[in-house]
């Protein structure tokens, strides 16, 4: 029986990450801080710790009382376009804490370290995006996110340590939070119209991403170490057809039977079309994005509809004010 530990396992990706790993009788460990998951997430099976990556005391702590076999980082606040905003809180998030399970993995001879990295290392890059392509990121996160990648790919050169990172991209479905209006556009489209209120849109809603849903890509996640020739490798994964948001918004009123009703605001500076192909994820790991995305809409929309409104939190960390949306702007003053 293969011992696991999965951060982030409270949250969206990651708990249906543990889910998983139960199938394969694995036994796990979540280490989860809750900022943006919720402990009645976390698989009864697994053993749920409080606490944050960033704590490096109690990481080594628990290194120390676990022998795991294999690591699955998926602890993050995954907000790009934010993160121009939060760079401290970015950085000491998802690559201070990251290098503490690295460290850690280093330490006490994991087989493998899983790591789920973004599609935002890309940058503008050509589309679709390929592995090959060499890394651009244009916001934080995205900087955050191939820096560990970097990190990775040394610490197995000089210590050994074996690696897998997948550049997942646009995922949405169930145990998605919901009450975060600053990152996961359906969730955030799902949230308004259930308020009442109209589908906010940066720009003109022609940008382009490939949305994914959860259920696609959590097995393939979780098995990976299974698969020798998947070590110290890099794998994009998520669907492969792209949509526009406009487009996005009508499937989501449609699902949800409502009206479409949009509010365009300034357009702010993103990545106008990301999204990728996932040959080498098919050939390796045998991946198949297989659901539609409309019927996804609606299993997720089933899911939001018992969940009801909620309410979305004021992010307590902003750093810098300069160009900043308007739309954000007034949430703190």
């Not at 950085?91 to 006490?108: E, F, R």
């Not at 556009?185 to 490939?210: P, S």
């Not at 696609?216 to 299974?226: E, Q, S, T």
């Amino acid at each position: 029986m293969a011992k696991c530990l999965v951060t982030g396992g409270a949250g969206f990706i990651g708990s249906h990450v543990v889910d998983e790993l139960i199938k394969l009788s694995s036994e796990v460990i979540v280490l989860d801080d809750l900022s943006g998951g919720f402990k009645e997430n976390v698989n009864k099976k697994a053993i749920f710790v409080e606490g944050d990556v960033g704590n490096h005391a109690l990481v080594n702590k628990l290194f120390k009382e676990n022998k795991f076999d294999y690591i699955y980082h998926l602890a993050a606040y995954a907000a790009e376009n934010l993160s121009h905003f939060i760079k401290r809180f970015n950085y000491n998030n998802n690559l201070i804490g990251s290098i503490n399970l690295i460290n850690a993995s280093v330490n006490n001879d994991v087989k493998c370290f899983v790591f789920t990295s973004s599609i935002a290392v890309y940058g503008a890059n050509q589309v679709p995006m390929t592995e090959d392509l060499v890394p651009k990121p244009e916001d934080s996160y995205g900087i955050a996110k191939y820096t560990v990648e970097q990190e990775l790919k040394i610490c197995h050169e000089v210590f050994g340590l074996n690696y897998i990172i997948f550049r997942p991209h646009n995922l949405y479905g169930e145990r998605q939070n919901m009450g975060d209006k600053y990152r996961n556009v359906l969730a955030i489209f799902m949230n308004q119209l259930l308020n009442g209120e109209a589908m906010t849109i940066f720009g003109d809603g022609e940008q382009k991403r490939a949305f994914t849903y959860v259920g696609d890509v959590v097995p393939v996640i979780a098995r990976a170490p299974l698969v020798k020739e998947a070590y110290n490798e890099v794998f994009n994964i998520g669907a492969d057809k792209p949509y526009t948001v406009n487009q996005i918004a009508e499937y989501i009123a449609e699902a949800m039977n409502v009206e479409k009703k949009v509010k365009y605001l300034p357009a702010r500076k993103e990545v106008r079309n990301a999204f990728s192909e996932h040959n080498k994820a098919r050939t390796i790991l045998r991946y198949n994005d297989k659901m539609h995305l409309k019927d996804g809409i609606n299993k997720m929309v089933k899911w939001a509809i018992k969940q009801g409104v909620k309410q979305s939190k004021k992010f307590d960390n902003i750093e810098v004010m300069k160009n900043m949306p308007e739309h954000w702007l007034k949430d703190f003053f």
